[in-house]
């Protein structure tokens, strides 16, 4: 299993079949740059202080993210769209979980969406649990929606080494780069803090 995971500077750990680290760049959504230096002498302990207060972590949404859509939700117990849904709900995690899939209206008594641009509130995370085909527009979707991780519990991508699912992972990364979105994944069971009821094992 590959796991693409944004760290800080965006750096991508790979595992090898001989169980050794390789690694490649990722994503960066850093945005423009402005001045950081204090003013003058004396300034820069508060500088610092300031900084840390008003800039989040950059793995904090991550990690806690205030709410979550897990995108392929569906009505069949043996899917994983719906066991995710089910441990989010039962945890349960502490804010705001959206199930998305066409065609449904509920789904474990939960509002269902046909599509992640419906959801009216803010999502910091996604759970993707549709087809590898379906990725790359999933990617938009969380562009638009201004979405900040995105779990690729989807598989069937270049650890197939077919050059097609290849080109699509890079198609994948190259445009979630440019919009902004992390990634974990893919092939990846996802994250775990109890902290905020994320449990994400699918199991």
Known sequence: M??????GSFTAFRLTP???VSTLPLLSISGPRRSTKPDGPGKKGAWMKNKAATQPHPL???FRPRSVAVVGASTNPESQGWMYLKELLEFPFKGPVYPVAK??????GVRCYSALGEIEGPVDHV??????????????DCVRKGVRCLHLYTARLAET???????????????????????IGPNCMGIFNPGVGVRQSGG
């Open 2 to 7: 590959r796991v693409l995971f944004p760290i």
């Open 18 to 20: 001989r169980n050794s």
């Open 60 to 62: 904090e949404l991550i």
């Open 103 to 108: 065609g449904e209206s509920r789904i474990l």
């Open 127 to 140: 759970i993707s649990c549709v087809p590898h085909h379906q990725v790359l527009s999933l990617v938009d």
């Open 161 to 183: 080494q077919l050059p097609e699912r290849r080109d699509l992972e890079r198609q994948i990364v190259r445009r979630a780069r440019e919009g902004g979105v992390r990634v």
